[in-house]
């Protein structure tokens, strides 16, 4: 009996003090400006603003990161939102937020057009343009992307799935890639 209350606390103790001894790292904190969508070019602009955010909740998840409160992305931007997607907006960005990593992107069009020509099933034209743009600070990388999609599917095929939200957040999960690059993680 001794030896299994031994055996216990001193499992105890070992667990006790590798806890204590684990660090406790501040996340970065990210400000994601709200999208700007071109609403007379893009149909359902309200399903771009979710996807929009589905996406970055799931890239920018708490451990590592920490999303800045909208209200002061929303202060730290001018009235009219990011006129020009440069290095020196989004730096202004990260001083009024007091954040690490700044994202922002614009849609300006989406398109589906109806194609029949010299094709026995009727198909879509699918055509996505916008631009994505980050800045890094705890890398020092500015990342600017503008993004022009082109798809032909067959018509049938969009009853089942969703192709403007299949290429956008695709587009969108690989910019933020892009934007990770070279970042250690727990290392902010």
């Known amino acids: 009996m001794k030896k299994v209350i031994r055996f216990i606390l001193s499992v105890l103790v ?10 406790v790292t501040d996340a970065a904190n990210v400000a994601v400006v709200p999208i700007q969508i071109d609403e ?8 771009f603003y979710s996807y929009y955010w589905d996406v970055m909740v799931e890239k920018f998840q708490f451990p590592e990161f920490e999303l800045v409160d909208d209200d002061k992305v929303a202060k730290a931007l001018p009235a009219e939102g990011l006129k020009t997607f440069d290095q020196t907006s989004l730096d202004g960005v990260l001083k009024g937020t007091d954040a690490d990593i700044v994202v922002a992107m614009r849609l300006d069009e989406v398109v589906e ?22 800045y890094n600070k705890v890398t020092g990388k500015f990342f600017r992307k503008k993004f022009n ?5 067959e018509e049938v095929l969009t009853l089942k ?21 070279g970042m250690k ?4």
């Not at 070019?41 to 399903?47: H, I, L, N, P, S």
């Not at 029949?116 to 343009?129: G, N, Y």
């Not at 799935?161 to 695709?170: H, I, L, P, V």
């Open 14 to 23: 070992v667990l006790f003090s590798n806890v204590i001894f684990t660090g």
């Open 40 to 47: 007379t070019k893009v149909e359902r602009a309200g399903d």
């Open 113 to 134: 057009k109806a194609d029949t020509i010299f094709e026995e099933e009727p198909m879509l034209d699918c055509r996505m343009s916008g631009e994505f743009v980050s």
């Open 149 to 153: 999609y082109h798809d032909r599917m």
């Open 161 to 181: 799935t969703d192709w403007q939200q299949n290429a956008f957040a695709s587009s969108l999960r690989r910019f933020i890639s892009r934007t990770m690059e």
């Open 185 to 188: 993680p727990n290392k902010y």
